[in-house]
Nanobody, 123 residues
Framework: QAQLVESGGGLVQAGDSLRLSCVASGLTFSIYNMGWFRQAPGKEREFVAH????????YYQDSVKGRFTISRDNAKNTVYLQMNSLKPEDTAVYYC????????????????WGQGTQVTVSS
């Protein structure tokens, strides 16, 4: 059974950095496009970034461009989200997700989801 497990969240101050990791098991990781989403309290889940199967294509939500970097290591079945210059508005539960087919920002196209990791940025 496919499983995604995120780690790396925590409580940091504005301007700090965090690196989230998501390890996949039970699926052929290299054929899946991978995405990161987040959900803040009282808000809907939103797209953050995604990366294609080979890692050659990435795309980011405007608010994180230039601060966040998504990457993957297919040998380790792992996708990463490096988050720099964190802001209080980045506070959310961050989820990784896996999707087949066309690279997309739509959450409903992602078949597998992790349990989430909390990121809290204090001002």
């Amino acid at each position: 059974q496919a499983q995604l497990v995120e780690s790396g969240g925590g409580l940091v101050q504005a301007g700090d950095s965090l690196r989230l990791s998501c390890v996949a098991s039970g699926l052929t990781f290299s054929i899946y496009n991978m995405g990161w989403f987040r959900q803040a309290p009282g808000k809907e889940r939103e797209f953050v970034a995604h990366i294609n199967r080979s890692g050659s294509i990435t795309y980011y939500q405007d608010s994180v461009k230039g601060r966040f970097t998504i990457s993957r290591d297919n040998a380790k079945n792992t996708v990463y989200l490096q988050m720099n210059s964190l802001k209080p508005e980045d506070t959310a539960v961050y989820y990784c997700a896996a999707a087949l087919g066309v690279l997309t920002t739509s959450s409903y196209r992602y078949a597998y989801w992790g349990q989430g990791t909390q990121v809290t940025v204090s001002s």
